[in-house]
């Protein structure tokens, strides 16, 4: 989906960009029209004449205030555009711990495109590993300019688009109980207790997307004619002390009984 070079320093590696996940398992709907099960199409109406309006009318407005609207043609989307350089180049290697799991938005592989790729693509991939650094710094998709970060996984390089800081919100005003916040030492303790009879590798394959099954289930047994009936919902329990709820779980799962596979990893790149 993409071919150029990323750089560091005086360093050059020619590499080609792959899509690092996929939506196979995803269902889709369309609407329909209930009494007859005909496909719903949406018609664009304009609202001052009430009447239908072809593609070839319509233009793109920005709103710049209550329904005064500037008119944005595909000459001026031209003139805004990123110049598309083919190069992403490492401007920092910042600590793979210090970038917040807020900025990371959509992972792709990088692979060595061409002849003598191979050596200096191994030779970042290996740096950064050790290095425990990501690099960081822009690249152009699509007529669109991305802060990404660069970072090793297993033998891949994986390039990340992350979100700009002014897309990141603010947590103040949410009402979070701050660091200091008091605590019963004797709670915490067996809060830890409890994490670590939970604690495990990560494994994503143990994890599954059982509403996909499900839902898939449903819709086979409606088309064989056969009927389905939803699970009750079940209410957690009430929790009157957390003391007591600590103490409770831990007797349902004594020290030492690991549940491999539950222990969250935070994420590098």
Not at 237 to 263: D, H, T
């Amino acid at each position: 989906m993409w071919k150029g070079a990323l750089t560091f320093g005086l360093v050059t590696v020619p590499v080609a960009l792959h899509a690092a996940t996929e939506r196979k398992n995803e269902l889709t709907f369309r609407l329909l029209h209930a009494k007859d099960e005909s496909p719903i199409d949406y018609k664009r109406f304009c609202e001052e004449e009430g009447v239908e309006v072809p593609w070839r009318e319509i233009v793109k407005g920005y709103e710049l205030a209550k329904g005064r609207y500037v008119v944005v043609t595909d000459e001026d989307f031209d003139k805004a555009r990123v110049k598309a350089t083919q190069t992403f180049e490492i401007r920092d290697f910042v600590p793979a711990d210090a970038i917040d799991d807020l900025y990371f938005d959509h992972p792709y592989y990088l692979a060595p495109a061409g002849p003598g790729a191979a050596k200096p693509y191994a030779l970042l991939r290996d740096a950064l590993d050790k290095s425990g650094r990501v690099g960081v710094g822009t690249i152009v998709l699509r007529q669109r300019e991305h802060l990404a970060s660069v970072a090793p996984s297993g033998e891949a390089l994986v390039l990340t688009t992350m979100r700009w800081a002014y897309e990141i919100r603010s947590a103040s005003g949410l009402g979070l109980p701050g660091r200091t916040a008091t605590r019963d030492r004797r709670e915490l303790d067996l809060a830890l207790q409890l994490v670590d009879t939970l604690a495990g590798e990560w494994n994503p394959r143990r994890y599954t997307d059982t509403y996909h099954d499900v839902l898939m289930d449903v819709i086979r047994r409606k088309a064989a004619g056969k009927e389905t009936r939803a699970p009750k919902a079940e209410r957690p329990a009430k929790v009157r002390s957390l003391m007591s709820a600590l103490e409770a779980s831990l007797r349902e799962r004594p020290p030492g009984a690991k549940a491999a596979g539950r222990r969250p990893v935070r994420r590098a790149a």
